[in-house]
């Protein structure tokens, strides 16, 4: 079986390599080039075509999270070049994945170093540098996707800080059709949504919403508790509730956009990383809530833009710090706690977008935004099992960010040549020497009709967050008044291309330095850790992106990602569990024009361990998935297998001196779904 399937993703592609003239067909409509190549304006807040925006860019549209098949965000995410998700367990809590990008992990809770946006507006918040409530486990937020759009490399030109590795923009849905669904499979997936517009008067009217329920493995897992490795006897679950509520009211060109968010996850370790009882999971509640104002204007000299929103991020802790009985038996459910810690943002941002120069486009933009947090408070029986203590764990602050940022993008008269530049200059208030400078050189050429080359150089930066440098009273951790913002110098050549018909082929290369890595290591006192900036780090990789449409509604895929290197630029120690090469590939074929069935496959290469670590490499993988989607009239039903093969696979969990075991991964998933369009 798992031969024949192997048989089937390589035989398309050998048919596809070796005799192009059998899918020979008629000339390119404009829906084929679109689909080919769209238009986005993440890049330069201009419409261009992905091949002429001076980044690295790929767009995911809600038609190819359908045919994929995908659950949840990290099923969409896995199927780009160079980037992979990892299974959460990697950080605090034990319910924060690992992003690898390019060579660079970071933590999705924590830091991630890929900026996130809904509708343009930062969900990425300051307390953590986290995405709040949005979960790319969670299973509510796909139904309610027009299309996703991302940056790999770079972009705080235009998007400030917390760019360092990329940039991912959600688009949500605002046609005028409106739609509801149901679904339900392995693994207890449970997910409803439903999407209603209407008016009233002159008020436009958006509202959606939807509830989706799921975990993610059910496999046995063990961990290092007081040097003994203990194994679980029974199952232990990663489960993750979410509730997402979104509500557009437009009026006279005002547009009002609300977003709330809703997550509740369950881990099998505690915050210890020992094993966590069934009856008590350790806990993580996050919220987020997002309300915007913006307003477009004509002028005599260009096109004026306004936004206003306000951001509350709320994270709630229902902590395990330790298993039952440990450290004694008086601790009968364990050392426990309760934490919460939130931040209140406001911003305002204006853009002037200037096309008055022939051949020429300006941006120019400053936003302030304000990010205030509370003393967080935490209540815990570290030293008495029946008494709870209250404690300050991170003291109040508040950030003042100030920004501007212009971007001059200038075209030769035959449009075959453009040359971008950009230069954005942010400054917080609470870091000392708080001031960074993003800078972006792009050159854009159009070597033939259908060959586009790029060369780009740009920077990007992320600010420590409130949790790097707000600890308070705490006995081991302390604060560095001194730490400043990570610091990433990116160099990109590309080539997009259509070398046939009804093809679109991209590679690029990249080279990254990042400077002033923040870690946790040892403090100028002997019996304190803090966090502080203590390495550099270098890489560099080749990505490709391949799509070949078959007819209308057919067509194969492939992508890659391989990294060259990545490892310290001081030790040259290589970074441990980053992935030498990511792959993917698939066909989605069209059998008539109500019935289609995707096939793809997935391949990560081996995870070599870092210096130190014990617990050997994690073996490389296959996963295949297929999903069949049926459409008559208004409705549409589809099946999806995960994992067809029911292939063992693993994960690494970042800390390798408590947990001993590396983590499983999911086995054979079936869903089943129903949508209604109305």
């Given at each position: 079986m798992k031969l024949l399937v192997k048989a089937v993703v390589v035989a398309g592609f050998l048919a596809f390599a070796l005799n192009p003239a059998g899918f020979a067909a008629a000339e390119l409509t404009v829906e084929d080039m679109l689909f080919l190549d769209m238009d986005t304006d993440i890049v330069t807040k201009t419409k261009l075509k992905i091949s002429e925006s001076?980044?690295?860019v790929t767009v995911v549209t809600a038609q190819d999270i359908k045919e994929m098949g995908a659950r949840q965000?990290?099923?969409?995410?896995?199927?780009?070049?160079?980037?992979?998700?990892?299974?959460?367990?990697?950080?605090?809590?034990?319910?924060?994945?690992t992003i690898y990008l390019r060579g660079i992990h970071s933590n999705q809770i924590a830091h991630p170093m890929v900026k996130l946006l809904i509708n343009g507006t930062p969900i990425t918040d300051a307390l953590q540098d986290g995405w709040g409530a949005l979960n790319i486990y969670g299973s509510a937020i796909l139904p309610l996707i027009?299309?996703?759009?991302?940056?790999?490399?770079?972009?705080?030109?235009?998007y400030g800080g917390s760019a360092i590795s990329g940039v991912?923009?959600?688009?949500?849905?605002?046609?005028?059709?409106?739609?509801?669904?149901?679904?339900?499979?392995?693994?207890?997936?449970?997910?409803?949504?439903?999407?209603?517009?209407g008016e009233h008067g002159n008020i436009k009217i958006n509202a959606m919403a939807s509830t989706g329920n799921s975990y993610l493995t059910d496999s046995v897992v063990g961990s290092r508790a007081l040097g003994t490795l203990l194994q679980s006897e029974k199952q232990r679950n990663y489960d993750f509730i979410s509730r997402d509520y979104l509500l557009d009211l437009s009026l006279n060109g005002f547009l009002w956009q609300n977003i709330f968010l809703d997550e509740i996850g369950n881990a099998p370790f505690t915050n210890a990383y020992m094993l966590a009882d069934n009856k008590y999971p350790n806990t993580i509640i996050k919220k987020s809530f997002i309300s915007s104002v913006s307003k477009s204007f004509s002028t005599v000299i260009g096109a004026l833009t306004s936004?206003?929103?306000?951001?509350?991020?709320?994270?709630?802790?229902?902590?395990?710090?330790?298993?039952?009985?440990?450290?004694?038996?008086?601790?009968?459910?364990?050392?426990?706690?309760?934490?919460?810690?939130?931040?209140?943002?406001?911003?305002?941002?204006?853009?002037?977008?200037?096309?008055?120069i022939e051949n020429q486009e300006i941006l120019a933009g400053c936003e302030i935004l304000y990010e205030d947090m509370p003393d967080a408070l935490t209540t815990w029986n570290l030293s008495d099992p029946n008494v709870f203590t209250q404690a300050v764990y991170m003291g109040a602050k508040l950030r003042k960010?100030?920004?501007?940022?212009?971007?001059?993008?200038?075209?030769?008269?035959?449009?075959?040549?453009?040359?971008?530049?950009?230069?954005?200059?942010?400054?917080?208030?609470?870091?000392?020497?708080?001031?960074?400078?993003?800078?972006?050189?792009?050159?854009?050429?159009?070597?033939?009709?259908?060959?586009?080359l790029k060369a780009m150089y740009g920077t990007a930066f992320r600010p420590p967050s409130f949790m790097e440098?707000?600890?308070?009273?705490?006995?081991?951790?302390?604060?560095?008044?001194?730490?400043?913002?990570?610091?990433?110098?990116?160099?990109?050549?590309?080539?997009?291309?259509?070398?046939?018909?009804?093809?679109?082929?991209?590679i690029n290369y990249y080279n990254n330095v990042v400077n002033d890595l923040i870690a946790r290591v040892q403090s100028d006192e002997p019996s304190k850790s803090w966090n502080t900036n203590v390495g550099n780090q270098k890489s560099w990789g080749l990505e490709s992106e391949l799509k070949f449409m078959i007819d209308k509604r057919s067509y194969i895929f492939a992508n890659a990602g391989y990294l060259g290197d990545s490892s310290d630029t001081d030790t040259g120690i290589k970074t441990p569990f980053v992935p030498e090469?990511?792959?993917?590939?698939?066909?989605?074929?069209?059998?008539?024009?109500?019935?289609?069935?995707?096939?793809?496959?997935?391949?990560?290469?081996?995870?070599?361990?870092?210096?130190?670590?014990?617990?050997?490499?994690?073996?490389?993988?296959?996963?295949?998935t297929t999903t069949v989607n049926y459409n008559i009239y208004s409705h549409n039903v589809y099946v999806s297998v995960y994992n067809l093969l029911d292939q063992a696979w693993y994960d690494v969990s970042l800390s390798s001196n408590m947990l001993i075991d590396h983590i499983p991964g999911y086995g054979r998933r079936f869903d089943v779904g129903y949508r209604y369009y109305f």
């Open positions: 001076p980044a690295i965000l990290n099923d969409v995410f896995s199927t780009l070049p160079g980037m992979y998700f990892s299974i959460p367990c990697s950080d605090i809590y034990a319910i924060a994945p027009e299309r996703i759009e991302i940056i790999r490399g770079p972009g705080s030109v235009t991912i923009n959600i688009v949500t849905k605002k046609g005028a059709g409106n739609e509801a669904g149901l679904s339900a499979g392995s693994t207890n997936l449970q997910r409803g949504y439903a999407k209603i517009t936004k206003i929103f306000y951001r509350k991020v709320i994270y709630g802790f229902d902590t395990k710090i330790t298993a039952p009985n440990i450290p004694s038996p008086l601790w009968t459910e364990g050392m426990a706690g309760i934490a919460e810690h939130t931040s209140d943002a406001f911003s305002g941002q204006t853009e002037l977008l200037y096309n008055g960010q100030y920004s501007l940022y212009t971007q001059d993008t200038l075209y030769s008269n035959n449009r075959k040549l453009s040359l971008n530049l950009g230069l954005r200059y942010d400054n917080y208030s609470d870091i000392v020497n708080g001031s960074a400078y993003s800078p972006r050189v792009a050159v854009v050429y159009k070597l033939l009709e259908d060959y586009v440098t707000s600890v308070t009273n705490h006995p081991t951790i302390k604060n560095d008044p001194n730490i400043g913002s990570e610091v990433v110098k990116s160099f990109e050549l590309a080539l997009d291309c259509s070398p046939m018909s009804k093809t679109n082929l991209r090469i990511l792959f993917n590939s698939g066909v989605n074929y069209a059998f008539t024009d109500n019935l289609s069935a995707m096939l793809r496959g997935f391949y990560r290469s081996e995870l070599k361990q870092g210096s130190g670590d014990i617990r050997g490499n994690i073996a490389p993988f296959w996963l295949y």
